[in-house]
């Protein structure tokens, strides 16, 4: 979905109420998804525009943080494994230039 917009319902009732009520007006609203982090709802406007509604889990600031502190290292480690693939296209020149 290249157009997407999505917005935060201030609980998990709250997001189940909304999805009723856009059904309730004869809408088709799926879900809910659970994405671990979060649970979703999804529609689509009128001109085609994918509509989320979500709400953060009980373990949302947990996974976040878990999530957090694995970021730099996994970032470290998908720039290691295709360093080889872009200096073959690219050159190391390339690669290493920082706008010095």
């Known amino acids: 979905s290249d157009m997407h917009i999505a917005f935060e319902a ?16 004869g809408k088709t609203c799926l879900g809910p998804v659970d994405h671990d982090f979060v649970q979703s709802v ?13 709400c953060k889990s009980d373990r949302y600031v947990e996974i976040m943080s878990e999530d957090a502190a694995r970021a730099h290292q996994q970032i470290r480690d ?10 073959h296209l690219f050159g190391s020149q390339a690669l290493d230039y920082q706008g010095r």
């Open 10 to 25: 201030e609980s998990h009732e709250a997001m189940l109420a909304w999805q009723a009520h856009i059904g309730g007006s």
């Open 78 to 87: 998908l720039t290691a494994s295709t360093r080889s693939e872009k200096e």
């Open 42 to 54: 999804y529609m689509y406007d009128p001109n085609g525009i994918q509509v989320e509604i979500t």
